[in-house]
């Protein structure tokens, strides 16, 4: 194996490792590209991943509060705050 196809492997074998709170920042971005906001369903999806191991840890935390942060300063479905709110008091 030459010594590029020896790093190209390292590299994949990184990627598959991505942090939750580093996928959590990815499906953010995503989520609040499309329309600048983010929907009950796009926040549960976030949640979802912090969630995977059982446990919310502190990135995760870090994270979330970021995000819900700039959930709270955008205009949100009337759905979206009483989520917001269960979030912010079950996981920070």
């Given at each position: 194996?030459?010594d590029?196809?020896?790093?190209?492997?390292?590299?994949?074998?990184?990627?598959?490792?991505?942090p939750?709170?580093?996928?959590?920042?990815?499906?953010?971005?995503?989520?609040?590209?499309?329309?600048?906001?983010?929907?009950?369903?796009?926040?549960?999806?976030?949640?979802?991943?912090?969630?995977?191991?059982?446990?919310?840890?502190?990135?995760?935390?870090?994270?979330?509060?970021?995000?819900?942060?700039?959930?709270?300063?955008?205009?949100?479905?009337?759905?979206?705050?009483?989520?917001?709110?269960?979030?912010?008091?079950?996981?920070l």
């Open positions: 194996m030459s590029q196809d020896s790093q190209a492997s390292k590299r994949t074998n990184q990627i598959k490792e991505v939750s709170h580093v996928k959590m920042i990815m499906a953010s971005i995503s989520s609040f590209a499309k329309d600048g906001r983010y929907s009950v369903d796009e926040l549960e999806r976030i949640i979802t991943i912090a969630l995977e191991d059982g446990e919310v840890d502190q990135d995760e935390q870090r994270v979330l509060r970021s995000i819900l942060s700039k959930a709270r300063d955008v205009p949100f479905d009337d759905e979206v705050r009483p989520y917001i709110n269960s979030l912010t008091k079950l996981y």
